[in-house]
């Protein structure tokens, strides 16, 4: 536990929740898309879900040696913690833009296809951009997600906005 705790240079015990909800977080993930592949068969489906697990852990484990040096973060859990509100903003940008789309009477049956996946993802997009800042304010790291935000929206061409 003590190596665990140096590499992540996690100080108080209260900072292990963090890795702690990441594991959790990617067992979920991991288990909803073993359901989806193989719906059938528990066994297979737990047996997918460890395969997946490792597969997925292996991947965030390459990004965090990747971003460690380029993120600027305090200490190494908080990666974690970052992690997390991109994945939560992400889901809930969907599940905000979904109920939006259909108040402003958008569907696919009044509307090409096309243009509805186009409208869709710019009204994701928007509230993404509005959630990240303030789930990354809810998790302590406003100053990281509000110089991501920024980044983003030179990106977008709209640098004018944030300079």
């Known amino acids: ?15 292990l929740l963090f890795p702690i909800l990441g594991f959790l977080a990617l067992l979920y993930s991991s288990y909803k898309l073993a359901n989806l592949l193989i719906n059938s068969n528990l066994l297979l489906v737990i047996i997918c879900t460890i395969v ?15 971003l460690e040096n ?6 190494k859990w908080e990666m ?8 939560a903003t992400g889901s809930s940008s969907v599940f ?4 939006i789309i259909e108040w402003l009477g958008i569907t696919k049956e009044n509307l090409n296809v096309f243009v509805y996946w186009i409208l869709y993802i710019i009204i ?6 509005i959630l990240l800042v303030c789930f990354g304010w809810l998790a302590g790291q406003h100053k990281f997600f509000w110089e991501f935000e920024k980044k983003m929206i030179r990106r977008f061409g709209l640098g004018k906005f944030v300079d």
């Open 80 to 87: 974690i913690r970052i992690f997390m509100v991109f994945a």
């Open 52 to 66: 997946i697990t490792f597969g997925l852990l292996k991947f965030i484990l390459f990004l965090f040696k990747k």
């Open 1 to 15: 536990m003590n190596t665990f705790k140096t590499r992540w240079e996690i100080q108080q015990n209260w900072q």
């Open 124 to 129: 994701g997009l928007i509230f993404y951009q």
């Open 96 to 99: 905000i833009g979904r109920p």
């Open 70 to 75: 380029k993120w600027e973060v305090d200490y």
